[in-house]
């Protein structure tokens, strides 16, 4: 349960398995090393669509 001031949780069911701020931090850790080397290639490419479906969104929107 959160209180004022906390996020809530997650309304996603499968993401309220994990700690939100791991996921977080792991969420920062990959995005930092997609955006230090600029070089998204078909497997980063193919790892990011699969998110997408798993967290239902579009991978359109992030041009895949």
């Known amino acids: 349960m959160f209180t004022s001031g906390s996020k809530p949780p997650c309304s ?4 309220q398995n994990f700690d939100a701020a791991d996921l977080q931090r792991r969420f920062d850790d990959d995005l930092n090393k997609l955006t230090a ?3 998204f290639d ?9 998110a997408c479906y798993s967290l239902d969104l579009s991978p ?5």
């Open 12 to 15: 996603r069911p499968r993401l």
């Open 37 to 39: 080397d600029f070089d």
């Open 42 to 50: 078909k497997t980063e490419q193919a790892i990011v669509r699969e």
């Open 60 to 64: 359109h929107e992030f041009d895949l």
